[in-house]
């Protein structure tokens, strides 16, 4: 519902966030049956779904999207039973880690029953998401509901329509049932406001859950949703993805339909942000790309690429090149992460039909340097005010990203243009990088044995602890390029193989940052933390990519480890 208490009707910024909580806190209550009162959260919540929820609850929350959907248009499960299963963990997921701005139960049942209906009186599906539930992160316009993107200042804005997005995926059959939460700004690799507070990670709750889709994240690897919306201009579905154990992808700028959407400097055009899903399966994540592009947005939205999702199967016949990139040559990564790469890697080598080869980072230094720069050219002039406008205080990593980042300029327009042409230029010497990995040349021309995917760190470490999340460039470098990158979970941290004591000296203040974190807090501090990796492929080979890790999951058994 739309928000009556706002700093317009003369509140303050504590009423306003309060009134905002006691919304989501009734859209939880009005859950039935009831979750009971969770009495001291565990670090590890995971099993609190065992001890609050039903067999039945458990077995449908549990399955992916792609064990669902058939169920579902058999008429093996109803939509109801689902959305009523879907609920109750997600309103188990807000208790235990703060990741839901409110739940939808009235619509969702609703439109569950009227799936039902549709089912037995047609005795078909309608749609190839039927009846499949789909959580959505809050700045996603939803018609009737409030659409703050973070800012206490914007609460009382309402979606005047659904986002194209959703009503894609609502004549395909989707339901949506919860909306999740997202960080002041939107812009922090972790979800902490003023409006609902920190979300953290529902494998260890003294770490993040990461952002800005970090609501998304913790929800689905709570297993409250398996297949939500997140949005991405710098790591925001990747960190969430990667710190939560799930998948997630950042899809090429332009192919998915973003129209509807609420945030700050809308309309900019020289670093572009994305949307796309996370999901507990990859086949969830390629469903969602595929389903959307299917109904060719384009014609709607005509900002979006016209082509279809190619079907061709890359790799028949031919072997799979993989590049290695074990460090940006900013910020090393921490030992698990390093060690979770090295078992894939070597996994790898084993296969026959893959190849694997180094790759060096080129300038990763540089390319932050470029979209630090590019993020806010207005000088964060509409992120201060949007935030100043309450009196809300600033959280931390929005004072990292804003006033504390030394390449915020308040651009003219020629400083813009030279801005844009450092961006085109950096983008031009990787693809030139990119080329001179071909081994051959084709008849026509064409660039043969090239390196088909990137395989690297998700980030400098696992979930980071609340706070710390400062290091963006693993995520960023790929948003800078536009080149589509999905995360994939691999394992978890182990304090016994991961008690790494090597020695090491920083190379500059970002790394050294990084490393007193592992210093100082070690594997235990980070015990349980999923271990996830990140694939990269060249611009608008989004379905390569998905291609790539669909072979490597075959030939290693990834991930490693259950995480439910």
Not at 325 to 336: C, E, M, S, T
Not at 402 to 431: C, F, M, S
Not at 482 to 501: E, G, H, N, Q, W
Request: with cysteine.
């Amino acid at each position: 519902m739309a928000a009556t208490v706002t700093i317009a009707s003369g509140a303050t910024w504590q009423e306003v966030a309060a009134d905002r909580q006691k919304h989501r806190d009734a859209t939880i209550a009005a859950i039935e049956p009831p979750i009971a009162e969770v009495k001291g959260i565990p670090q590890y919540t995971i099993p609190l779904a065992k001890e609050f929820l039903t067999a039945e609850e458990i077995s449908i929350t549990e399955s992916p999207v792609e064990k669902l959907i058939p169920q579902l248009a058999k008429g093996e499960l109803s939509s109801t039973t689902v959305i009523e299963a879907f609920l109750r963990r997600a309103a188990l997921a807000q208790k235990a880690v703060n990741c839901v701005t409110e739940l939808l139960p009235t619509r969702a049942l609703e439109r569950a029953a009227y799936l039902d209906t549709y089912l037995k009186e047609n005795g078909k599906p309608i749609g190839p998401l039927h009846g499949i539930p789909i959580s959505v992160k809050e700045h996603i316009g939803m018609k009737g509901l409030d659409l703050n993107a973070g800012f206490i200042s914007w609460v009382g804005r309402v979606g005047e329509e659904d986002s194209h997005i959703l009503q894609i995926l609502y004549r395909a059959g989707a339901v949506f049932y919860v909306r999740t939460t997202q960080p002041q700004s939107l812009m922090h690799l972790e979800t902490s406001s003023n409006l609902y507070g920190v979300t953290t990670n529902p494998f260890n709750t003294t770490l993040t859950s990461g952002g800005s889709s970090g609501g998304e994240g913790a929800l689905v690897g709570f297993r409250g949703s398996c297949l939500g919306i997140g949005t991405d201009i710098g790591g925001s579905i990747r960190s969430p993805a990667a710190n939560n154990g799930v998948y997630g992808m950042k899809p090429t700028a332009g192919r998915l339909p973003v129209m509807g959407w609420s945030a700050t400097m809308a309309g900019a055009e020289h670093i572009i942000p994305t949307i796309g899903p996370l999901s507990t399966s990859l086949e969830g994540c390629r469903l969602f790309i595929k389903t959307l592009i299917d109904a060719k947005p384009w014609f709607k939205e005509p900002s979006l690429l016209p082509f279809p999702w190619k079907e061709e199967q890359v790799f028949k016949g031919k072997k799979l090149k993989v590049a290695v990139l074990w460090d940006d040559g900013v910020v090393k990564p921490h030992p698990p992460v390093l060690r979770a790469l090295k078992e894939v890697v070597e996994k790898l080598k084993a296969k026959p039909n893959v190849e694997i080869v180094e790759w060096k980072p080129y300038k990763h230094d540089l390319a932050w340097e470029i979209i630090a720069n590019l993020y806010f050219v207005d000088g964060a002039n509409e992120e201060s005010e949007a935030i100043n406008a309450s009196q809300e205080p600033w959280r931390p990593l929005s004072k990292h990203i804003i006033p504390d980042n030394p390449h915020v300029q308040t651009h003219t327009i020629p400083t813009l243009w030279k801005a844009n042409q450092g961006r085109d230029n950096y983008r031009a010497e990787y693809a030139a990088l990119w080329n001179a990995t071909s081994t051959s040349q084709g008849p026509n021309g064409e660039l043969e044995g090239m390196v088909d995917v990137i395989l690297c760190p998700a980030g400098p470490g696992v979930a980071p602890k609340v706070d710390t999340a400062k290091w963006w460039g693993y995520t960023s470098q790929w948003n800078l390029l536009d080149y589509p990158a999905l995360i994939f979970p691999v394992d978890k941290v182990d304090a016994k193989k991961d008690d790494s004591k090597d020695a090491y000296k920083p190379r500059n203040e970002k790394d050294k940052f990084n490393w007193d974190l592992w210093e100082k807090y070690g594997a235990e501090g980070y015990k349980d933390a999923p271990i996830s990796l990140q694939l990269v492929g060249r611009r608008y080979e989004d379905e390569k990519v998905i291609q790539a890790l669909e072979i490597m999951k075959e030939e290693t058994g990834l991930p490693f480890v259950d995480y439910v």
